[in-house]
């Protein structure tokens, strides 16, 4: 079993910043990729920003320029930097962590920007 630890959200007024972090423990095999997922309410899960274990990264065009994945290999920990943040960023964030067996989410946290 794996567990995935995340926290850092919060309220933030629009042009703000906000840090998350993800650690995962447990039975933990050959990490593929962790990344990061938003839902908005009535909408549906959407990537926000991953990288693999090799490094590579890859962002939603919506966040991209903004936000900042980055992991600690020897942690297995993520963490997504986000800097002038906007009102549409409003939603529940979720960590993914994609390994050599099943899949794992995060149980998920709130990220509100007012305007």
């Known amino acids: 079993q794996v567990r995935l630890v995340e926290s850092g959200g919060g309220l933030v007024q629009a042009g703000g910043s906000l840090r998350l972090s993800c650690a995962a423990s447990?039975?933990?095999?050959?990490?593929?990729?962790m990344g990061w997922y938003r839902q908005a309410p009535g909408k549906q899960r959407e990537l926000v920003a991953q990288?693999?274990?090799?490094?590579?990264?890859k962002y939603a065009g919506s966040v991209k320029g903004r936000f900042t994945i980055s992991r600690d290999n020897a942690k297995n920990t993520v963490y997504l930097q986000m800097n002038n943040m906007k009102p549409e960023d409003t939603a529940v964030y979720y960590c993914?962590?994609?390994?050599?067996?099943?899949?794992?989410w995060g149980q998920g946290t709130q990220v509100t920007v007012s305007s």
């Open positions: 993914k962590l994609e390994q050599a067996g099943p899949d794992y």
């Open positions: 990288i693999t274990s090799g490094g590579s990264t």
């Open positions: 447990g039975s933990i095999f050959r990490i593929h990729a």
